[in-house]
């Protein structure tokens, strides 16, 4: 054999073996990229199991949950705390109107470095969030815990919580409260409109009240206006509602037909047997026609500022032709300052007048909302009242 075939097969022995090299080397960076992707895996089958055994965190054994391994959180996540909540929504479930719902969102921070929460803000001021401290290690578990207060609703509510964090990952989250209320007691209407009524006719209307326990009853109902209206309670007996038996009382408010002309609003009180619910209001309100009518019924400032100056004015009329006088006119508010004029349409005749307010905006008052009081000399009108409308800013 030449010295040339010696040379090679000495480099094809040598670049053989280095092939053998080569392939043992990536069958060993194959194997430690699957162990390393087992152990990741392992590690958030262990997270994952540990989050999502309960849909209720209040019912999570939190002593048993593991925390995640700091060494096992994805290289991405190095340097960065980061929140994770078992479930973003929390059910109540069904609760009366009397009682409060309490609810547990159960989290874990999963990322390498420590978690702040700077803030927890609910989006309605009936629910209270509580959070027993603000800064979780890595893998550290923690709850915020929920009281929901449904006075004043009824049927589904959600409710949203914002979750802020020191995270660039987590900066913030939302969680959600859901509840299903039921009233204790159920009252329709809460407000009686009566239509518009012309003077001397008198008209009655029913509230319907609802209660849940055994022998239930409205043990006493007053109205504050006795001269416009009279009031009653009387038993309606088992009725179904909502799915269930239920027993109804009623009360029935009549509006007189000694009503004096006049925009009347009068409030309710009415006492029960249901000591959850003993006492609570309504209210009704009616528009008496007289001989006097205004137009337009009611004066609307809109929006304006302090500063702005206005004129506003209507017509009161008499129905009939019959002559009139209107002897003052004036609202009490601390938003405005205004003169009051009135003169008859026809000084002969002086069966329209017009009442004109001139002024200028000195508060602010977002929803201006007062009476314009009328003096006549027309029996059992002798006092009208004009409702003055609108927005007034401070700019």
């Given at each position: ?81 980061k929140l994770v909540f078992a479930s973003k929504t929390q059910d109540t479930g069904e609760i009366l109107d009397t009682d409060k719902g309490k609810v547990s969102f159960l989290f874990r921070n999963t990322g390498s ?283």
């Amino acid at each position: 054999m030449c010295l040339a075939d010696l040379y090679i097969c000495s480099r094809s022995i040598r670049a053989a073996q280095h092939f053998d090299e080569m392939n043992r080397e990536m069958k060993q960076m194959k194997t430690q990229r699957k162990l390393h992707t087992s152990a990741l895996a392992i590690a958030s089958l262990a997270l994952l199991s540990g989050l999502s055994t309960a849909t209720n965190a209040q019912s999570l054994d939190r002593e048993n949950l593991s925390p995640v391994m700091p060494s096992m959180i994805s290289p991405a996540l190095e340097g960065q705390g980061k929140l994770v909540f078992a479930s973003k929504t929390q059910d109540t479930g069904e609760i009366l109107d009397t009682d409060k719902g309490k609810v547990s969102f159960l989290f874990r921070n999963t990322g390498s470095a420590p978690l702040t929460i700077t803030q927890v803000k609910p989006s309605c001021g009936c629910t209270v969030p509580e959070l027993a401290k603000k800064t979780y290690m890595p893998g550290e578990q923690g709850s915020i815990e929920v009281t929901f207060d449904p006075k004043g609703k009824k049927g589904a509510i959600s409710r949203n919580i914002t979750v802020y964090t020191d995270s660039d990952i987590t900066p913030s989250l939302s969680i959600v409260v859901r509840s299903l209320v039921k009233a204790v007691i159920i009252t329709e209407p809460k407000i009686m409109p009566f239509d518009a009524v012309v003077k001397g006719n008198s008209v009655t209307k029913d509230f319907k009240v609802f209660g849940r326990i055994d022998g239930f009853k409205v043990t006493r109902a007053t109205v504050d206006d006795t001269d416009s209206f009279s009031i009653e309670v009387l038993d309606g007996g088992q009725v179904e509602r909502e799915g269930e038996m239920m027993t109804m009382q009623i009360i029935r408010l009549t509006l007189k037909d000694t009503a004096k002309p006049d925009n009347h609003r009068a409030q309710i009180t009415v006492r029960t047997n249901d000591e959850r619910k003993p006492i609570y209001s309504l209210a009704a309100v009616a528009r008496v026609l007289g001989d006097l009518k205004m137009n337009p019924v009611r004066v609307t400032m809109g929006r304006m500022v302090v500063g702005d100056e206005f004129e506003r004015e209507f017509h009161v009329i008499s129905k009939s032709g019959s002559a009139f006088t209107i002897s003052s006119a004036v609202a009490n508010s601390i938003a405005i300052e205004a003169n009051y004029t009135f003169t008859p349409v026809d000084e002969e005749l002086r069966n329209d007048w017009i009442v004109k307010i001139t002024g200028k905006v000195v508060n602010s008052a977002a929803r201006f909302n007062t009476q314009l009081h009328i003096v006549t000399d027309v029996e059992d009108e002798e006092q009208l009242t004009v409702q003055m409308y609108g927005q007034l800013r401070r700019e």
